[in-house]
């Protein structure tokens, strides 16, 4: 039933004892990387986990201004890995590892497989995206450290997807919640019967966007199958770093790995345990590039009461939302700075934009609508079309995912209070 009994299963007051001893090396470890030298780490005393709170928050800005290497503590010689984040174009938010880091790394991918019920001589198709995303290298060693056949599809193709789950038998996937939805309508106009087409697959692991209970019950209700939320960001190395158990009740987060804070994003306080917060993570085992108190903008709470599971480490609820303006969409991590950035610099652009983002079938469509000077709509139409291909074309470059762009007049797009409406999140999820 546990991939690591003892450390899954381990009492709270070991548990203590364990994240305290790997906070004190963790910290000291960091005070080698130029950037936390900087901010004087190494005079900070830890004696108690408490003693967590004097120290200083590390945000993606952060990383932004390390880059490249200021946040590595080790020699170059011992990095093996680079990962970063998704959606992020400009100064990338850039995670090392080290031969270490990714051997951990794995075993807690491993851990939460396990414990959904992944099993040597599954067979495991991977639809996430490979390369500099986590996602799929994540749980691809993951997957073949458990003993599974692994066959890294990435997303897109569906049909192959489809073909590939029924001819080689696939029990177990790993898929982005909108992607699971589409596949499940592609499964159904082509006549596939989950049943009888698919009918060794049992798991559905939904990771890296936000999904609701409904979205979760469509998919487990076509295919006939069982799904998992889990989480992760790269900036604590991917997947794995907090996944539901069987129970379904929250996300067990790894303390053995993470040490977990739940704060209020204004006043930077601890909230009290059960409130909604934003979660901020401590690496405790990394070694290439430790993280102290990272914020990571996502809202969660910390669940009180022990998992039927047996399971000792604290769960957290559902991911509800973002303390920042970051978009999830289809997958990719996108801020409105970067939609604003492309249009700002184009002459015959005016002051006001919006993004709009509805369902389309399954799928995230987003719209750019876009103020231009008035002059703009005088004359050549030929010139606005070009503008608006140039709009699509650059977006497309800034933010991976292509928008339709709509030309709008001066004064017609929303203010509120006197400030521009940027963003209207019209998605069902
Ligand atoms: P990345 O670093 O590109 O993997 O993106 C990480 C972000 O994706 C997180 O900070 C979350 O905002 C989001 N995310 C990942 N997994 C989930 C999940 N299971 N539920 C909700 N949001 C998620
Ligand atoms: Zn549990």
Known sequence: ?????????????????????????????????????????????????????????????????????????????????????????????????????IDTWTDLVARCLYMIGVRKGDIFQNMIGYGLFTGGLGLHYGAELLGCLTIPTGPGNTKRQLRFMRDFEVSVVHVIPSYALH??????????????????????????????????????????????????????????????????????????????????????????????????????TREGMPIIRYRTRDLTALMSGECACGRTHHRIKRISGRSDDMLIIKGVN??????????????????????ILESRGHNDHMIVRVELDSNMFVGDLNKLEELKNRIIRDLRDEILITPEVELCEVGSLPISGGKAVRVVDAREI
């Open 1 to 101: 039933m546990y991939w690591d009994r003892k450390t899954e299963t381990i009492s709270r007051d070991k548990l203590e004892e364990l994240q305290l001893r790997r906070l004190k090396e963790t910290v000291a470890k960091a005070a080698d990387s130029p950037y936390y030298n900087a901010l004087g780490l190494k005079d900070y005393r830890i004696t108690t986990l408490s003693d967590i709170e004097k120290l200083p928050f590390t945000t993606k800005q952060d990383l932004r201004e390390a880059y490249p290497y200021g946040m590595v503590c080790v020699p170059k010689q011992k990095l093996v890995r680079l990962h970063s984040s998704s959606g992020t174009t400009g100064t990338p938010t850039v995670v090392f590892h080290t031969i270490g880091d």
């Open 334 to 355: 996108i801020f409105p700075m970067q939609v604003e950035q492309v249009l700002m610099g184009k002459e015959g652009v005016g002051r006001n934009y919006q993004i």
């Open 183 to 284: 596949l499940a309508d592609t499964a159904e106009s082509l006549g596939v019967v989950p049943k009888r087409d698919l009918p060794r697959f049992r798991i559905a692991i939904l990771g890296a966007e936000p999904h609701s209970e409904k979205t979760r019950k469509k998919v487990e209700n076509f295919f006939g199958i069982r799904a998992f939320n889990s989480y992760g960001l790269a900036e604590m190395n991917g997947p794995g770093v907090a996944f539901e158990c069987q129970e379904k009740q929250g996300m067990h987060i790894w303390e053995d790995a993470y040490l977990v804070e739940v704060i209020n994003p204004h006043t930077l306080a601890h909230v009290k345990p059960g409130e909604i917060g934003e979660l901020v993570l401590t690496t405790l």
